[in-house]
């Protein structure tokens, strides 16, 4: 018992103009991991529910797992990935992943968003979704809380609010920038056989779509979307898609790579006894072109190549 209650904790929510600033000077730039929710009455946050650490909640089940975001430049990645379980704690699905890449504004306390590509999983809701005649997806209020965290919350068709995502900064975007701090669009692959180059492929991300691939680094972590269509022999896409967040560094022409949080498949290929959690690979950043070695042992393997947006 007091280990569920160590994983439930209710706090009043007050806030107050001494400690918040206001939206439109609050800087929403940099990486955001949900913590919590806050509920709302008459227009004021009344309590605040924070998620038991390594843990989302999903139609009220807390279920094992993270959600993260970034905002850079007018560009947006979000992904989480959890188990589903039901009211029982009963796992009824161990692999729940899901990731959009978005392009964004904020103005004053609302944010809009366009979906650019994004996880298989979301096709279903996209094909649902409609640009509405403002030309975006999606809109959200904001509040900034203090200097690191914010609530998203949608309004009800009153105007009134109800229950909103509550986030805490976990990396900056711009303010200690690295080389590598920026909004990467996919342009191109060069791939190798038998370390020679076998050919140049473009990249050709489809928008409104759930096809594409984009880094958007923060001064110290980075986000990684990316989806292909990959058919087995009969016909069926067997690549949904994956998201990652990881805290980099560069060093003497090395990116080193170390896991956060990623959605199932990433998260396979780093439990690898040869990365045990970190990936180092060359690369090279000029003229706002970023690459990115993956060659093996055996030369077989491809650059990809990013140009910053």
Not at 51 to 80: A, L
Not at 256 to 273: H, L, M, Q
Request: include cysteine; charged fraction near 25%.
């Amino acid at each position: 018992m007091k280990k569920n209650l160590l994983f439930i904790v209710i706090i009043s929510f007050l806030t107050s103009c001494s400690t918040s600033e206001t939206t439109s000077s609050f800087n929403y730039e940099g990486v955001w991991k949900r913590i919590g929710q806050i509920k709302y009455e008459n227009g004021v946050g009344t309590d605040t529910l924070i998620f038991p650490e390594g843990s989302i909640r999903r139609n009220g089940v807390f279920s094992p797992g993270f959600r993260y975001k970034i905002y850079g430049s007018g560009h947006s990645i979000w992904f989480d990935s959890s188990k589903k379980v039901d009211r029982d704690k009963k796992i009824l699905e161990e692999n729940n992943d899901m990731f959009a890449k978005t392009s964004y504004k904020i103005e004053n306390d609302s944010l809009f968003e366009i979906f650019n590509f994004w996880h298989d999983n979301a096709n279903p809701m996209m094909e649902n979704w409609k640009l509405g005649k403002d030309g975006f997806h999606y809109r959200a209020k904001l509040e900034s809380l203090g200097e690191d965290k914010y609530v998203q919350y949608n309004l009800r068709p009153d105007g009134s609010r109800s229950w909103g995502e509550f986030y805490q900064r976990v990396d900056t975007y711009n303010v200690t920038p690295s080389d590598l701090t920026g909004a990467w669009k996919r342009v191109y692959t060069v791939r190798y056989r038998d370390g020679k180059v076998l050919d140049t492929v473009p990249y050709k991300s489809q928008e409104l779509s759930d096809v594409g691939s984009y880094i958007i680094a923060g001064d110290t972590k980075r986000i990684w979307a990316f989806n292909v269509k990959n058919r087995n022999e009969e016909g069926l896409d067997i690549s949904p898609g994956s998201a990652q967040l990881s805290n980099y560094s560069l060093l003497d022409g090395k990116i080193s790579d170390t896991i956060v949080w990623a959605n199932t498949f990433v998260r396979e290929i780093y439990k690898r006894a040869e990365y045990n959690g970190v990936r180092v690979r060359n690369y090279t950043i000029k003229d706002n072109i970023f690459s990115m070695t993956n060659v093996n042992a055996n030369g077989n393997g491809a650059i990809v190549v990013f140009e910053k947006e």
